[in-house]
Nanobody, 122 residues
Framework: QLQASGGGLVQPGASLTLSCTAQ??????MGWFRQAPGKDRDFVAAISRKGGATHYADSVKGRFTISRDNGKNIMYLQMNSLKPEDTAVYYC???????????????????WGQGTLVTVSS
């Protein structure tokens, strides 16, 4: 079971850190996705099982950082320089490490958290 938290209302240019906890963690590739109102769920970032490899959507590259602490069963998404277009519900997800799906495809993720709302507005 995945639990995402840390969302909120912030002004443009601000920073926010999302967290995702899970009961079992270290065997999965983990990812963050987001869904804005009326839009599809989009890939944001992914991190390999041991944290050695990361992958970002072009829209967040250089602003967001994904990380994980397998000892604490927790994953983070540090979001800097937030923009209004970052407004969305953010979901964390877990993917079997041996899945043939690309880490950027939602279809490859077996488990999903409930989502946490991030609103960027002045």
């Amino acid at each position: 079971q995945l639990q995402a938290s840390g969302g909120g209302l912030v002004q443009p240019g601000a920073s926010l850190t999302l967290s995702c906890t899970a009961q079992t963690f270290s065997t999965y590739t983990m990812g963050w996705f987001r869904q804005a109102p009326g839009k599809d769920r989009d890939f944001v970032a992914a991190i390999s099982r041991k944290g050695g490899a990361t992958h970002y959507a072009d829209s967040v590259k250089g602003r967001f950082t994904i990380s994980r602490d397998n000892g604490k069963n927790i994953m983070y998404l540090q979001m800097n320089s937030l923009k209004p277009e970052d407004t969305a519900v953010y979901y964390c997800a877990a993917k079997y490490a041996n899945s043939s799906y690309s880490s950027s495809l939602a279809a490859g993720y077996a488990y999903w958290g409930q989502g946490t709302l991030v609103t960027v507005s002045s």
